[in-house]
């Protein structure tokens, strides 16, 4: 009988340093429940995952990222950075991206390393 964490595969999460939420913690999703959170400047969130699709997402308080689905095979680790669309502190920007924007405030993206 093989174990079951040796069948498993990982997904990490880390978060570019913007101005934006820099004092926040994102809500780290995955397949809609939360894993964790991840501050800004902290270490990637990694979590264990069995094998195959998972969506993964993050959030802020209302505002979220795109889901992003990821396949994940045994043994894989999969690594997805995050951010804030908010660039800038226009008021402008801030209020669009936190209200018609809201599910575009953030973005998640896979990365190959």
Known sequence: MRSMISDSGSLSVRRVSFYADRRRRYRVLVDDQKVGLLGDGNDPLTVQVS????NVCVKLDWC???TLRVDVKPGQRVVTECGSNLTD???VSMIIYTTVKAHDYLWLRQVLE
């Open 51 to 54: 094998p195959g699709p998972h």
């Open 64 to 66: 979220s990222s795109n």
């Open 89 to 91: 502190a226009n008021w």
